[in-house]
């Protein structure tokens, strides 16, 4: 088990959330659950808790998770990971569906 | 409407999607974190709901209690927090003299958490009681490949109701642990065929252990729940006098059986191969002069 806190640098939330939560993918072989959470406190950066039953792959946790931060909206959010295994390519399409899930309006 | 497959559903897809358009409202929503102290301690990363949700909604307008499993985490097992979570949604049904409806998808109680998951299903198995002693009908629905197994296939079995798709099966051993204890040669758990020929959906409605056998699509889910939101099944010892005289009856009629297809023709399908392929609707109307 290897776990992991840090904040990037992102955009603030191009569209409101209309939720105060989202939650996409489950804790599964291969899988992972993200929960993405309003952070109104600091709305220029993404705060990330990860829990990953993979250890040794921190670089790469943290350059994925820096790409994600960079490439999308997501200042004023924290989002929570619980990873069982996950490739990187499931891992920014969870990301990617629980920021589309807690902000509808986004075309 | 097109159909939409209750089986490829998470948990709360199949929670919104059997209740009424918007009426489900979560309690101990992910954010809430109330997760498994054990797990992390074993390397097994947690769930924000230790798989389970439950939650309170309505159905035709009727109010209800309710849960679902996720099969996918840790096979749906249930462990100290999972049980926790089950138990005091029970004790609300039964309070508030609520019907309660399970979703269920799990192989069990949690091992990892030693005996805290054993007491945990113990007290659930004592809470679905206390619903149905208060009159507040506790419906189990077993529709994924996971099924229901050990002390949730007790526990379902403890239910007023079930209401079966043919995926879902439901047990007590599963069927690795059978082919363990028996040999491969008294029970192949890699023939599927035979699997749920012997604990799938349509044998448990053969059986009588199922009470509704519907379609894998949420509409005929929420259907065969709907039916059953009447009066709860009275615990009296009547019933379960009549209920153990059924098994020794059953016990007996097949004792020297074989096959599984023996039993479906001494419980009226006079094609097992044929009736094997047919949907759940199809299985049903067919049975329809000797439906049990």
Redesign the interface.
């Known amino acids: ?1 290897e776990t992991f806190q840090h904040s990037f640098p992102s955009r603030p939330l191009a569209w409101p959330a209309d939720r ?2 989202a ?1 996409a993918g ?3 072989s291969g ?3 993200v ?1 993405i ?1 309003p952070n109104p406190a600091a709305p220029d950066a993404v705060a990330y808790d990860l ?3 993979i250890p040794g792959y921190a670089d790469s946790w943290k350059a994925a998770l820096a790409d994600f931060a960079a490439h999308y909206a997501v200042g004023g959010t924290r989002i ?1 990971l ?3 295994g996950a490739a990187p390519v499931v891992i920014t399409m969870r990301l990617r569906q629980a920021l589309d899930l807690l902000t509808p309006a986004q075309p | 409407m097109s159909r939409v497959p209750y089986h490829e559903l ?1 948990a ?1 897809e199949r929670l919104a999607a059997i209740v009424d358009p918007g009426s489900f409202a979560e309690i101990l ?3 809430a974190r109330v997760m498994s102290p054990y797990l ?1 301690k074993l ?6 709901d230790d798989g389970l949700a439950i939650g309170r909604a309505t159905i035709d307008g009727k109010p209800i209690y309710l849960a679902a499993q ?1 099969g ?3 096979g749906g097992s249930v462990g100290e927090v999972h049980s926790a979570k089950l138990v005091g949604l029970l004790k609300a049904a039964a309070r508030d003299r609520l019907p309660c409806v399970l979703l269920i998808e799990s192989g069990g109680v949690r091992l990892h958490e030693g005996s805290s998951g054993e007491i945990g299903i113990a007290e659930a198995i004592r809470a679905v009681f206390a619903c149905r002693a208060a009159g507040a009908p506790v419906i189990a629905v077993i529709g994924s490949d996971i099924g229901a197994y050990g002390g949730m296939g007790i526990l379902s079995a403890c239910c007023d109701f079930r209401v079966m798709t043919e995926h879902g099966r439901l047990g007590i051993s599963g069927p690795i642990v059978i082919e363990k204890w028996m040999g491969k040669a008294a029970y192949d758990s890699a023939d599927r065929a035979l699997v749920w020929k012997t604990s799938g959906g349509k044998t448990r409605y053969l059986l009588g252990d199922a009470n509704a056998l519907v379609n894998d699509d949420t509409a005929a889910v929420r259907a065969g729940i709907a039916r059953l939101l009447g009066p709860a099944s009275p615990v009296t010892l009547a019933a379960i006098e009549a209920r153990q005289a059924e098994l020794a009856a059953r016990l007996e009629q097949f004792a020297a059986v074989t096959s599984p297809e023996a039993i479906w023709q001494a419980r009226g399908v006079t094609d097992p191969a044929a009736a094997t392929l047919d949907d759940a609707e199809t299985f049903v109307a067919s049975l329809a002069p000797a439906a049990p």
């Open positions: 088990m105060s939560w939650l489950v804790v599964g899988n992972l659950e929960l959470e829990q990953t039953s929570t619980h990873d069982q | 998470k709360r929503p992910p954010p992390p390397g097994i990363p947690v769930a924000f996720t996918q985490f840790v």
